[in-house]
């Protein structure tokens, strides 16, 4: 009799978890996503009861942006490091998923690493970060039910805003305002890489700190993105550097002879006008008439004519 009655309930336990995992094949309804932005995931109320068990005050710091609005030098760098077959795959890396396992087999432990983007964005929205298998099949799951659902560009734009950055810091709008004091559309490709590297794990890993693991790993991710052509070292020196300002020159306006020469002219002699049609300076006739020959009406038109224009009214 006890032995059909642990029978009964290992069948019914086997039952209710089978329905369990097959519940995620319909709920949540993850259609919503295309068109809504999720407001608090399972990720954050897990952080929340976190803090409320250890008596922090503390709450969540996000702010949701578009993906346009958002550096392509932090959305490549978080590509790179978290997942760099995202474009190509259909929600599963099986080949990063096979040298999670290796290592694990070899540690002795679980840990069901090698998590692809859409496999974390499934379990920061409605999932608990535990390790255990039956929450690895509903994410795998769920991240099938995302990849042909949802857009890669989508995806992507949600994870990065409701990923965790920092001790309540959610989303990368929260995280570049906190770390950096500036803008998400504003990341560098450095900040980009420290950005990216803590994600695995940002309560122990700073962005902002001197860790060798930080260090390494995102000057690596920032090699990376030289060698595929993201960074341009030369262009992205120049567009960081500060503004440069021209001196100002201040023009003179010269108001007497005497300001711009700065020489008297001397005693007696008239200062010249600058202009050449000003000028009242005369010039002697080089052939002058006969004055002995009284002048008639029938010789006014033997006068020389005056010099010409060439040598009159020059301006010294």
Same mark, same amino acid.
């Given at each position: 009799?006890?032995?059909? &009655?642990?029978?009964?309930?290992?069948?019914?336990?086997?039952?209710?978890?089978?329905?369990?995992?097959?519940?995620?094949?319909?709920?949540?309804?993850?259609?919503?996503?295309?068109?809504?932005?999720?407001?608090?995931?399972?990720?954050?109320?897990?952080?929340?009861?976190?803090?409320?068990?250890?008596?922090?005050?503390?709450?969540?710091?996000?702010?949701?942006?578009?993906?346009?609005?958002?550096?392509?030098?932090?959305?490549?760098?978080?590509?790179?490091?978290?997942?760099?077959?995202?474009?190509?795959?259909?929600?599963?890396?099986? /080949?990063?998923?096979?040298?999670?396992?290796?290592?694990?087999?070899?540690?002795?432990?679980?840990?069901?690493?090698?998590?692809?983007?859409?496999?974390? &964005?499934?379990?920061?929205?409605?999932?608990?970060?535990?390790?255990?298998?039956?929450?690895?099949?509903?994410?795998?799951?769920?991240?099938?039910?995302?990849?042909?659902?949802?857009?890669?560009?989508?995806?992507?734009?949600?994870?990065? $805003?409701?990923?965790?950055?920092?001790?309540?810091?959610?989303?990368?709008?929260?995280?570049?305002?906190?770390?950096?004091?500036?803008?998400?559309?504003?990341?560098?490709?450095?900040?980009?890489?420290?950005?990216?590297?803590? &994600?695995? $794990?940002?309560?122990?890993?700073? /962005?902002?700190?001197?860790?060798?693991?930080?260090? $390494?790993?995102?000057?690596?991710?920032?090699?990376?993105?030289?060698?595929?052509?993201?960074?341009?070292?030369?262009?992205?020196? /120049?567009?960081?550097?500060?503004?440069?300002?021209?001196?100002?020159?201040?023009?003179?306006?010269?108001?007497?002879?005497?300001?711009?020469?700065?020489?008297?002219?001397?005693?007696?002699?008239?200062?010249?006008?600058?202009?050449?049609?000003?000028?009242?300076?005369?010039?002697? $006739?080089?052939?002058?008439?006969?004055?002995?020959?009284?002048?008639?009406?029938?010789?006014?038109?033997?006068?020389?004519?005056?010099?010409?224009?060439?040598?009159?009214?020059?301006?010294?």
């Amino acid at each position: 009799m006890l032995k059909k &009655l642990i029978g009964y309930s290992a069948v019914l336990f086997l039952a209710l978890l089978a329905t369990d995992i097959a519940m995620s094949f319909v709920y949540p309804g993850v259609a919503a996503l295309k068109k809504e932005n999720p407001q608090k995931t399972a990720f954050m109320e897990y952080r929340e009861k976190q803090w409320a068990k250890e008596g922090i005050h503390k709450a969540v710091i996000q702010k949701w942006v578009p993906l346009k609005r958002i550096s392509p030098y932090l959305i490549k760098a978080v590509i790179i490091a978290e997942d760099d077959k995202f474009w190509g795959h259909e929600g599963f890396d099986f /080949v990063a998923m096979q040298q999670a396992l290796e290592k694990d087999i070899k540690k002795r432990q679980f840990k069901a690493g090698g998590s692809t983007i859409s496999q974390q &964005l499934a379990k920061n929205l409605y999932l608990s970060p535990s390790k255990n298998p039956i929450r690895k099949i509903k994410e795998a799951i769920l991240t099938w039910r995302m990849e042909h659902t949802l857009s890669k560009r989508r995806i992507v734009e949600i994870y990065l $805003n409701v990923a965790e950055w920092g001790e309540g810091i959610f989303g990368i709008e929260a995280a570049a305002k906190h770390y950096y004091g500036k803008h998400a559309s504003s990341l560098t490709a450095l900040d980009a890489a420290r950005l990216a590297t803590v &994600l695995p $794990n940002p309560i122990v890993y700073h /962005v902002n700190g001197d860790s060798k693991y930080v260090q $390494n790993r995102s000057a690596r991710i920032y090699q990376v993105m030289i060698a595929r052509g993201i960074v341009i070292p030369e262009y992205d020196e /120049v567009m960081t550097a500060p503004e440069e300002t021209a001196p100002v020159v201040v023009e003179v306006t010269p108001t007497s002879e005497t300001s711009t020469a700065g020489i008297k002219p001397p005693a007696g002699e008239a200062t010249q006008d600058k202009t050449p049609e000003a000028s009242t300076q005369k010039i002697e $006739n080089p052939n002058p008439p006969n004055t002995t020959i009284p002048e008639t009406g029938s010789d006014k038109n033997s006068v020389p004519e005056p010099v010409s224009g060439s040598e009159n009214g020059g301006t010294k």
